[in-house]
């Protein structure tokens, strides 16, 4: 049976029988992986607690049909320990982990990994306010996916901009020709947040006001969210726990407000990386 290595970040366990866990990684070179580490939930197990999520290790397989075995894991970096002691970057570290899951579903892109191991890396240091760090992550994800949106010409007709439309279906800003049922307006600072997350440019992003990042982080919300097909389970949480107050105060309007993101309806009658560190 062939073996194979790879630096790996663990995404996801399932407990499988007495004493097995079923494993997902995201590797360098590999992508998604699927393997059965055996005996791990056992006191004497030589490498249980290297395979929790947020872990790095370099990691040997053997390849299955179905599922690979792990056969040895070497820690690299150990995020997990100091993410699960904030309750915050532990929320934001869990949507990350389960969006580089859905995006993963591609093929294997060492830029995803690396991007992923930034944001990790970046809310273990904590120089960044939690919710940033996780909306840079979307945004950027996304873009390496293909689905960058559109901030300057119109998504639809590719009019030149700037427009004050943001539609989340539709891909981004787009003019008062091409805008479709229940748009709502973004104003500048709006768009400039965005545009700053995406880039990672956090000293733009220091410089525009706290309302419109707000309203920034809410479009984050739903265009990842209506890009990833579904609703990721850990946002759905970490949102429910910011209504509770278990988190700080929410910076992002609710998804169903999101596709507009912004406070203003509009008037119109039928008026919606590389390898840099992310902190």
Known sequence: MPTYRDEAVVLRTQRLGEADRIVTLL??????????????????????????????????????RNLDTVTQAVTLAAYGRDLVEDYSRYSAASVIVEAAERVAEAEPSPQQYTLVIGALRAL??????????????????????????????????????????????????VCQRCTPAGIVRVDEPTVQAVRALLSGDWAMLDDIEVSARA?????????????????????????????????????????????????????????????????
């Not at 998604?32 to 607690?49: E, I, L, P, Q």
């Not at 909306?135 to 639809?156: F, K, Q």
């Not at 890009?227 to 105060?249: A, F, T």
């Open 27 to 64: 590797g360098k070179e590999r992508g998604k992986v699927r393997a059965v580490a055996r005996g791990v939930r056992r006191t004497s197990s030589k490498f249980g607690a290297r395979l929790e999520p947020f872990m790095v290790v370099d990691v040997q397989c053997y390849a299955g």
């Open 124 to 173: 273990t240091l904590g120089a960044r306010a939690s919710q940033d760090i996780l909306d840079s992550y979307l945004l950027r994800s996304l873009s390496l996916a293909g689905w960058a949106p559109a901030l300057d010409d119109c998504a639809r007709c590719g009019a030149a901009g700037p427009h004050q439309r943001f539609s989340v279906q539709l891909g981004g800003v």
């Open 215 to 279: 309203r920034a982080s809410g479009i984050v919300s739903a265009y990842s969210q209506h890009y990833l097909d579904k609703k990721l389970r850990s946002m759905q949480v970490l949102e429910h726990d910011r209504l509770l107050g278990r988190l700080e105060p929410a910076t992002a309007v609710t998804a169903s407000g999101a596709s507009g993101g912004a406070s203003n309806a509009d008037s119109d009658p039928g008026a919606e990386p590389g390898t840099e560190e992310m902190a």
